[in-house]
């Protein structure tokens, strides 16, 4: 193994499936949060991982980041703290990918938790000027910074600056992020007037899937490392 990724959702991961195992030059973690994304990054660099790939989606925070493009991040904000992502391998992950998705570039801000408002996205893209947020990417850029090796993020904006995320709809996802229809349903009985909202967030998820899954096959096994 020469590579590690690292992303929330198991569903992130399995982005990979269209790559045999047998072929594989890297090995996925999946676990939400940063404490379980440093965890997950350490045990890949202890299981020999030479560099570090966040993947998987993220908040976007700007108008210049709409649903389904992938974020192809120069830099990671962790509060004070920045950190430059690997500019060769970020280069050779962008000649193999552009042509499959709309490629932006910028700042991604990590966060410690999930920022779901219009209004805290506005928040965070005034102080940092990011362009997109998550919750895994500055402690895997932590890692990374500690070990001095490379890493480098790729994630696919799945609610855009101006989309709401209710918090009972984390409550309808499984602990994979495939979402439980019934559960869904049920909710969005009890609240009728979320259903234009709950359609466009489904429209979004499933453009910035289909984004990851484009984006992983075009990477290949090396993952252009």
Request: proline share 5%; hydrophobic share 45%.
């Amino acid at each position: 193994m020469k590579i590690g990724v690292v992303s929330g959702l198991p569903r992130e991961s399995a982005c990979f499936d269209a790559i045999p195992r047998a072929q594989r030059v890297f090995e996925t973690f999946a676990g939400i949060g940063p404490e379980r994304a440093a965890n997950g990054a350490e045990a890949l660099i202890g299981a020999g991982a030479r560099g570090l790939l966040s993947f998987g989606v993220a908040g976007g925070l700007a108008m210049t980041a709409p649903a389904g493009a992938v974020v192809l991040a120069e830099a990671v904000v962790d509060g004070d703290r920045r950190y430059p992502t690997d500019a060769t391998w970020r280069d050779q992950i962008c000649a193999s990918i552009s042509g499959a998705c709309e490629v932006i570039f910028g700042t991604l801000a990590g966060t410690d938790r999930m920022i779901s408002t219009p209004d805290g996205k506005q928040e965070l893209h005034r102080h940092s000027a990011a362009v997109a947020c998550d919750m895994e990417s500055h402690a895997v850029a932590r890692v990374a910074a500690r070990h001095g090796i490379p890493f480098v993020v790729i994630r696919a904006i799945s609610d855009p600056h101006d989309r709401f995320v209710p918090s009972w709809v984390l409550q309808c996802l499984t602990l994979k992020g495939d979402v439980r229809m019934g559960v869904l349903l049920w909710q969005a009985v009890r609240r009728p007037r979320s259903w234009t909202n709950l359609v466009g967030l489904n429209r979004d998820s499933k453009s910035a899937f289909a984004s990851l899954r484009g984006v992983a096959l075009r990477l290949g096994p090396g993952l252009r490392f």
